[in-house]
């Protein structure tokens, strides 16, 4: 009953999305950033029912492994790094995988200028890359950071890989991990993250502003475009209710599904066929 009044809420929340949009198109204060999706790899045949709520257990799908580059005057901004380290290579396979220090110069981008990477959450698919950058500040909710690795830099709890909670606490030690106190907080002119999808304990995604508007990150807080077109919460939720919420939210900040990017979603290359190779640029 609880998820049925949410999904209600969800529909309530669509139809009037455009009525109530959070638009935030450039202003002289606030840079127009350019929006890139980067695809540095394929998961072949993976389980739907294991991204959307409820799906056919017997269906399948080959999902697209992103990182999102955020284009502004002065910085570079990565969300999400990715992965890298043997072990996931060996585990999962990737087909087509390419390193994402390597993915980036498909968008014009060496690892070296990129600025910053808002790291959704800890799974080793997003965060694993990050030491990749060299000269990146990382942006990771201090709640996610203090909830998965301890003082010493081990997990404490199985959820984040121990050398990527390694990886984690030695970048803070050299001073290159800012912690992000909550929801709805601008780590950048013109970015700003959000919590509640509760993919993780404190997974966030972040708003860009455009200069056609507010694009939204989703990341993994929402996996295909059939979790908004179905209003199905994604399947690895620590809270369905809170992430029917969270993509309401979405709706409403970008003003329309369009200008939402999901967390895996092949299509969001055939949506945004251009440039090509592998980027999609979101406008």
């Not at 329309?256 to 980027?279: I, M, N, Q, S, W």
Request: hydrophobic residues 40%; aromatic residues 8%; proline residues 5%.
């Amino acid at each position: 009953m609880r998820q049925a009044i949410h999904a209600s809420c969800l529909i309530m929340c669509i139809s009037c999305a455009g009525a109530h949009a959070h638009r935030v198109a450039a202003t002289p204060s606030t840079p127009a950033h350019d929006v890139h999706a980067i695809r540095y790899g394929t998961l072949a045949q993976f389980p739907v029912a294991s991204l959307v709520r409820g799906a056919d257990t017997s269906r399948r799908m080959d999902i697209a492994l992103m990182l999102w580059l955020v284009r502004a005057p002065e910085r570079v901004v990565l969300m999400d790094a990715g992965f890298y380290r043997e072990k996931f290579i060996t585990r999962w396979k990737p087909v087509d995988y390419v390193r994402p220090s390597i993915a980036v110069e498909k968008a014009g981008v060496r690892a070296e200028q990129v600025t910053d990477i808002i790291v959704s959450h800890i799974h080793w698919d997003h965060l694993d890359g990050a030491d990749l950058f060299p000269n990146a500040r990382l942006w990771i909710q201090r709640a996610e950071y203090e909830y998965y690795v301890d003082s010493a830099g081990y997990p404490k709890r199985s959820t984040i890989d121990s050398l990527d909670a390694r990886m984690l606490a030695d970048l803070r030690r050299a001073g290159r991990v800012q912690l992000v106190e909550g929801d709805s907080v601008e780590i950048l002119p013109g970015i700003r993250v959000f919590t509640g999808g509760k993919h993780t304990f404190a997974s966030q995604y972040a708003t860009v502003s455009t200069s056609s508007g507010t694009v939204v990150l989703a990341s993994d807080n929402a996996y295909l475009y059939e979790n908004f077109e179905r209003q199905r919460p994604i399947a690895q939720t620590l809270d369905s209710a809170s992430n029917l919420t969270a993509q309401a939210r979405m709706l409403r900040l970008a003003g329309e599904l369009r200008r939402v990017v999901p967390g895996h979603d092949p299509a969001v290359f055939t949506r945004f066929p251009e440039p090509g190779g592998g980027v999609a640029r979101i406008r």
